[in-house]
């Protein structure tokens, strides 16, 4: 069994919390109810999907450890911080790190405070660092979830914009080659091809794409239900719908990013 299943989420960056996620649901999507990391001083929201989500990171307490997002705010500005690989096994993450040369420290707890309504609960989280955060590409880490029913609750994972999940991430990196092995350690044979000069990874239901090139993240999809009801949602949100190649983009970033909408 491969030790990773694929993408669980990505982390997107934001300057304001509460001002991103009022933009989402503006864009027809259900956002989560917040939630603050235990020992940390960021907070998030997530948009949740059957099989992976985005979470929206922001900072609410600066003298806390914010897992980096001061830097990365100040330096890029939004956009996506970090993609999470799905793992029911740990151990198992660990080893194939290890295989390759990327082990760092053991499987480490996670824990954050999320403010339902009819009181806070606590998920918690098992999460595996590589050595080398880069060496998939990408700001990247392995989740295993230990409360799943606290964060995928039926009624987020409906969106009034139709929304299904995460269809492909694109990147730049100076060499999509060297990847290959760190994802077929943990993904398994079969799963990772050489495509116009770049690399094409199946991360479970996402594909996971890098083209040679100064790093850089060139564009992320999302599936949706019906691509004139997305355009609709976009022209309402102020952002401007442009349709092109059986797709529809906003005409300007969300949060930081080129987001596409392709029919589901």
Known sequence: MPASSGLDHIIIGVA?????????????FTVTPRGRHIGWGTANYCVMFPDDYVELLG???????V???????EDKGEGLLGLALATQEPEAVYRALEGIGEAGDPPKDLARLLELPEGTVTPRFHLVYPRDPDAFGFSTF?????????VRRADWLTHPNGATGLREIALRVPDPGRLASSYEAVFGPGTVAEVDGGLRVS???????????????EHMTIGVGDLATMAAWLDRAGLGAVSEDNATRSDQP????D???VAA
């Open 203 to 217: 991360a479970g239901g996402t594909i996971l794409r890098f083209a040679p090139g100064t790093p850089a993240v």
């Open 259 to 261: 987001i596409r909408f």
């Open 142 to 150: 392995f989740c295993k979830h230990l409360t799943p029913d606290l």
């Open 254 to 257: 969300i949060s930081g990013i």
């Open 16 to 28: 304001d919390l509460e001002a991103s996620a009022a933009l989402w649901r503006r864009l027809g």
């Open 67 to 73: 897992y980096g997002l001061d830097r990365f705010l």
């Open 59 to 65: 900072i609410l307490d600066p003298e806390q450890y």
